[in-house]
């Protein structure tokens, strides 16, 4: 009861006793104590009353700062109030802790209909109380001791010692006399921060946060009576006040000239302790301006896109708030920062420069995949193998097929459309139509374009047979055939189809004594024939390897071309010798013919020998077969055999089975004696004829030359050596050339060697990378293909196999539809599945590579499309294929062929960019697949769905 004591001694008299003087310094000091407690800021905000009053100065709130002494404060989810420092609260009544909650409620609701009113009232009462502060300091403090010394009394509770009191008044008697000199600083530094308000409305939205929470915690003891009236009275105080306000700006306007130096002083000190000293570049107010207004600016853009996100897909609506309510948190974290760690945290949200995303797009793409910021180390989370970004440095060094194909280039300048000029339209919700073609069921959209073909001049070329893709490419989806099936598991698939996936007859009824194709029931048999092998593929495959041993299936031989393919099953059968076939054969009156090859599981595409090049690289397949393949290689000086030698190996082997081999027919001897010409024109050596007693038919294998001396003792130049600006790489819609390519004679150049043996090929960069060219990913290139293999067998083993609930049993016909190196292809190496890679045109042309480690591919651009069956894919793997690609064209068509070419039950996985990731979405649901998986980290977002067996009616 002591402090009781101490108050009903403070008026009895006016006397000058010593314990009468002792008395009141104590209660002066308690008092500027409890005020000293109250207070969470040194300025003093311009709505303080008389009962409000600062007492510490800047160097004490610096001690205070500085002292090794933790601070503790009773709220730790206050958000941070200043834009300098805090100061300890002290222990704060509840009421007043509950009091200043109730005022942030109430000003938020004032910032919401105008920041700029509040700030122009607290300009008015700043200057007000300028005129009556510094003279009536002291009194104040007088005034204010009877209920802070009630309300401190409170607080201590007795508990400290009377040593400890006098301590205590011996410092405070020293606060007490510096008061009046300090309170002329506290309220010029209040000026100050009002002042900066007059900045651009822009910076006032940055600095809002931090103005108003300063003023709400500095008035809290002022307008507690107020706050309980509600926020619909203090607007009408306000209205009263505006013009008050107004009145008083041109004087704080000249105030702030005067006090401009100390301002800015005060700010250099106070930035400094906020600021790493290694970091810290520039010390005035305008750089801590720009971090918060680039930050508020990242919130905007946040919000925006966010919304955005909920619109697609409304049940992304619900994690919203939590994601809003987050977001608040981060950004009073961000706050706390010194300018150092807020640097390093923007450079971490930062990826290649190719993406062109800041922090504000990897929130917005978490939340549109309904991701979070954590780690995951589930079977399922994205590995974190290391691996960066493709490296735009590195495609300096790196041509693409539009790079090579200068036709191509201006073709597509004249003829591509579909640029997605409303990429922010929602498409979530789309109604799909039916295709409504003639081809029904098989509808390829760029083979069967009837109006295209309508156009032609002449189809001596069999120009009717190649691509013509429409200008608008279709969004509409093709139906599956009446009582279609899943498809039969490979290896038994090779043997048997059911006959409703793929319902035509007409082939069996032509080829069904060869032993192509028979029906039997509700399937279709493949007894493993073929017009020059009509007892089983698996003899002349050994017929052919005893013909020339030096051919060696599976081991120096590993990648074969198999021209005019049939049902495939010359390639079908190369996987007992771990051949890898591409299969190819036009879309003519073979009926269906590459749609049995691709539902019995064995790789085909739709293609001619026409006029245009085939979609390859030069000199990368180890043998060409042909077997009664129908192509007149003779005619027109040899123009598509020529093709072939583009395409082939040196070194490598072309098999020709057919009639002008072994049989003596006069169209037949002449066509051998036209072919034995070319072929010595050509510098290829007949290694060896030969006829097989059980099939009786013969073969004739040829060898293309290793280097250009025959090419040099030529007599004539006939056919023609290729000029030196053309480029045999060039394959993208390129026309024949009726010339030869000299063969490489630098020993590290693709082509001068034959690749080592399979499979140690698979894993072995080529010899012809160096390390003086940079990789895709900004590594020098061996390394990088290293580091590439490492990555997707990381992934392979780490996430598909297991966290995606792919059935890979089920699975048999995959394509990499976004190939780099087909690490992809090789990590899935020991599963029954075959991959076809596919490299974009627009991207670096690494096809080479990939056929040289022994697998194979294709060009091809996605913004068309591919020539394939519907219903032919089990699995599509897109790796960051979808945000390059709508850089060029819409999406929606590119999911539509998609859902073309994958089977019902079928696969597709996706890697892309988050917000990406949520677009890919949207289309697959308004396609009624089921989306099993979107997971995202770090950007980056990987989603698995399956496609449903849902047509529009």
């Known amino acids: 009861m002591a402090f009781g004591r101490m108050r009903n001694n403070k008026r009895p008299s006016s006397s000058n006793s010593y314990v009468s003087t002792i008395t009141t310094v104590v209660f002066i000091a308690l008092c500027v104590l409890g005020v000293?407690?109250?207070?969470s800021d040194n300025a003093i905000s311009p709505n303080a009353t008389t009962r409000t009053s600062t007492t510490t100065t800047p160097n004490e709130s610096h001690d205070v700062i500085k002292s090794d002494d933790p601070v503790t404060f009773n709220k730790p989810n206050d958000r941070a109030t200043s834009g300098t420092f805090e100061d300890n609260p002290g222990d704060l009544p509840d009421d007043a802790l509950k009091n200043d909650e109730s005022q942030k409620s109430q000003e938020d609701q004032k910032r919401a209909v105008g920041g700029s009113y509040q700030q122009n009232l607290e300009?008015?009462?700043?200057?007000?109380e300028n005129e009556h502060k510094i003279d009536d300091a002291g009194s104040k403090a007088k005034e204010i001791t009877e209920p802070l010394v009630d309300e401190n009394a409170q607080s201590l509770g007795g508990k400290e010692s009377a040593e400890e009191h006098e301590k205590q008044n011996e410092h405070q008697i020293q606060v007490s006399e510096e008061s009046t000199l300090t309170e002329k600083q506290n309220i010029q530094q209040s000026i100050s921060l009002d002042q900066d308000t007059n900045k651009p409305k822009q910076q006032d939205q940055v600095e809002g946060r931090n103005n108003s929470d300063?003023?709400?915690?500095?008035a809290s003891s002022q307008t507690n009576e107020n706050q309980q009236q509600g926020s619909e009275e203090q607007e009408q105080q306000q209205d009263r006040e505006q013009q008050k306000a107004n009145n008083q700006q041109q004087a704080l306007e000249e105030q702030q000239q005067e006090r401009e130096q100390p301002n800015a002083n005060n700010q250099q000190t106070l930035e400094e302790q906020q600021q790493d000293p290694e970091q810290q570049k520039d010390n005035n107010q305008q750089q801590t301006v720009e971090e918060q207004q680039q930050e508020q600016q990242q919130q905007d853009e946040k919000a925006i896109t966010f919304s955005d996100e909920t619109k697609k897909d409304p049940s992304k609506q619900d994690s919203s708030e939590d994601s809003n309510t987050k977001q608040d948190k981060d950004e009073n974290n961000q706050q706390d920062k010194p300018m150092a760690q807020q640097q390093e945290d923007e450079s971490a949200k930062q990826v290649d420069p190719e993406q062109e995303n800041d922090g504000s797009t990897q929130t917005n793409k978490q939340q549109a995949t309904g991701s979070t910021d954590q780690k995951s180390t589930e079977p399922h989370s994205l590995p974190n193998s290391g691996i960066p970004k493709e490296s735009n440095e590195s495609k300096k060094s790196w041509s693409t097929q539009l790079d090579h194909s200068h036709d191509e280039k201006q073709r597509r300048g004249e003829n591509v459309k579909g640029k997605d000029e409303e990429s922010g339209e929602s498409l979530y919700g789309y109604t799909w139509k039916l295709c409504n073609v003639t081809a029904g069921h098989d509808y390829i959209p760029c083979l069967d374009n009837e109006k295209a073909l309508k156009k032609l001049r002449t189809t001596k070329h069999f120009e009717?047979?190649?691509?013509?893709?429409?200008?608008?490419?279709?969004?509409?989806l093709v139906p599956a055939p009446e009582g279609y099936k899943k498809s039969v598991q490979w290896p038994q698939s090779r043997d048997r189809i059911w006959f409703h996936n793929v319902p035509h007859t007409e082939l069996a009824k032509v080829k069904g004594h060869q032993n192509w194709v028979k029906v039997a029931g509700e399937f279709l048999t493949f007894p493993g024939g073929g017009t020059q092998f009509i007892h089983g593929a698996l003899h002349y495959i050994d017929f052919l390897e005893k013909t020339i041993p030096g051919i060696k299936w599976g081991k120096h031989t590993r990648v074969v071309l198999d021209v005019g393919c049939g049902v495939a099953s010359f390639g079908g059968y190369l996987f007992d010798r771990d051949v890898l076939t591409m299969s190819f054969a036009p879309k003519d009156e073979h009926e269906a013919q590459v749609q049995f090859a691709l539902e019995r599981g064995i790789p085909a595409i739709s293609a001619v020998m026409g006029s245009q090049r085939l979609p390859f690289p030069s000199r990368v397949f180890d043998a060409v077969h042909c077997a009664r393949c129908r192509v007149p290689w003779h005619a027109e000086g040899g123009r598509l055999l020529l093709e072939l030698n583009r395409v082939l190996r040196p070194g490598g082997h072309f098999i020709w089975s057919a009639t002008p081999v072994y049989q003596k027919l006069q169209e037949d001897v002449e066509i051998w004696e036209a072919m034995t010409a070319l072929t010595a024109s050509m510098c290829w050596k007949l290694e060896k004829k030969q006829k097989d007693s059980i099939n009786k038919i013969g073969a004739a294998i040829f060898r293309k030359p290793t280097n250009n001396e025959c090419y040099d003792q030529r007599k004539e130049n006939k056919p023609p050596m290729c000029k030196n600006d053309d480029d045999s790489d060039a394959a993208w819609y390129v026309p024949l050339q009726a010339c030869m390519h000299r063969v490489p004679t630098d020993e590290a150049a693709r082509g001068s060697k034959w690749p080592i043996r399979w499979?140690?090929?698979?894993?072995?960069?080529?010899?012809?990378?160096?390390?003086?060219?940079?990789?895709?990913?900004?590594?020098?290139?061996?390394?990088?293909?290293?580091?590439?293999?490492?990555?997707w067998q990381n992934v392979v083993n780490k996430s598909y196999l297991n966290g995606l609930g792919i059935s890979w049993s089920n699975v048999r016909n995959v394509m990499d539809m976004r190939a780099v190196y087909g690490g992809f292809a090789a990590a899935l190496r020991d599963l029954k599945v075959w991959v076809l890679n596919v490299v974009n045109v627009n991207s670096p042309d690494t096809l080479p590579i990939i056929y040289e480690r022994g697998l194979f591919g294709i060009y091809h651009d996605w913004c068309e499309s591919f020539s394939t069956y519907p219903r032919t894919y089990d699995l599509l793997h897109a790796d960051h294929l979808f945000s390059k690609l709508k850089e060029r064209c819409k999406l929606m068509p590119v999911m539509a062929e998609i859902d073309r070419i994958v089977r019902p039950g079928g696969k597709l996985i996706v890697r892309d960019e988050?917000?990406?990731?949520?677009?890919?979405?949207?289309?697959?649901?308004?396609?009624h697949w089921e989306v099993h998986l979107t997971f995202s980290k770090d950007q980056e977002g990987i989603l698995s769905a399956t496609k449903s067996d849902w047509r529009p009616t």
Not at 214 to 218: A, E, G, I, L, P
Not at 765 to 773: G, I, R, V
């Open 759 to 791: 499979a140690k090929r698979l894993q072995t960069p080529p010899y012809w990378l160096n390390k003086s060219q940079m990789g895709i990913y900004g590594k020098p290139a061996p390394d990088d293909f290293e580091k590439d293999y490492e990555h």
């Open 123 to 128: 300009r008015k009462d700043s200057v007000q």
């Open 214 to 218: 300063q003023s709400q915690q500095n």
């Open 464 to 476: 009717h047979r190649e691509r013509h893709c429409p200008e608008d490419p279709p969004t509409c």
């Open 914 to 927: 988050s917000s990406t990731i949520g677009e890919v979405e949207n289309l697959l649901k308004s396609l």
């Open 36 to 39: 000293w407690m109250l207070t």
